[in-house]
């Protein structure tokens, strides 16, 4: 049933299923993966991925969740030395400031909808601009890959893009 839910294929059959009243699904999950693909856990693929100033971390995983009309994100990075960094947020695809918590490089986020794969998201803190974000799930949904444009500490423009492989 996993499979058939990541394709949109898989989408509109098990659409069908619910109208025909089809037993045993779990509507919430169903309702939330239709809306928005990039819900559930992803683990970063750093043989895949090039990183925003240099280097990158050893791991991250990310998980989005579906928190009423928006989307809650834990992203969890283990960094090259080691250590645990730890990031939340609660955001609505609606341009508007959210905050976020745990990061360095950020103190808000907002989203803007592209279509039903793409999103943009834009960090700033202390209200000044620090990196766009570009997300997009593969059409199969097994793929998530985001492109960051941020400044680093010398105010520098930096280009990255992250791979992850959905769990």
Same mark, same amino acid.
């Given at each position: 049933m996993r499979a058939l839910e990541r394709s949109f294929l898989g989408r509109l059959m098990l659409s069908a299923l619910v109208l025909s009243g089809a037993p045993a699904v779990d509507l919430t999950r169903l309702h939330?993966?239709?809306?928005?693909?990039?819900?559930?856990?992803?683990?970063?693929?750093?043989?895949?991925? +090039?990183?925003?100033?240099?280097?990158?971390?050893?791991?991250?995983?990310?998980?989005?969740?579906?928190?009423?009309?928006?989307?809650? %994100?834990?992203?969890? %990075? %283990?960094?090259?030395?080691?250590?645990?960094?730890?990031? +939340?947020?609660?955001?609505?695809?609606?341009?508007?400031?959210?905050?976020?918590?745990?990061?360095?490089?950020?103190?808000?986020?907002?989203f803007k909808r592209i279509d039903a794969w793409t999103v943009e998201r834009t960090d700033t803190k202390g209200g000044r601009f620090t990196a766009s974000v570009t997300r997009v799930v593969s059409k199969d949904g097994k793929t998530l890959t985001v492109t960051t444009k941020a400044f680093d500490a010398q105010r520098r423009l930096v280009m990255g893009t992250t791979v992850y492989d959905r769990q």
């Open positions: 939330a993966q239709v809306l928005d693909p990039v819900l559930g856990t992803w683990k970063l693929n750093v043989a895949k991925s +090039t990183f925003a100033g240099g280097r990158g971390p050893a791991s991250q995983i990310v998980k989005f969740e579906q928190a009423g009309r928006g989307t809650a %994100v834990t992203s969890v %990075v %283990v960094g090259s030395d080691g250590r645990m960094a730890r990031s +939340t947020y609660t955001a609505i695809y609606d341009g508007k400031r959210h905050p976020i918590l745990g990061s360095p490089s950020a103190d808000s986020v907002s």
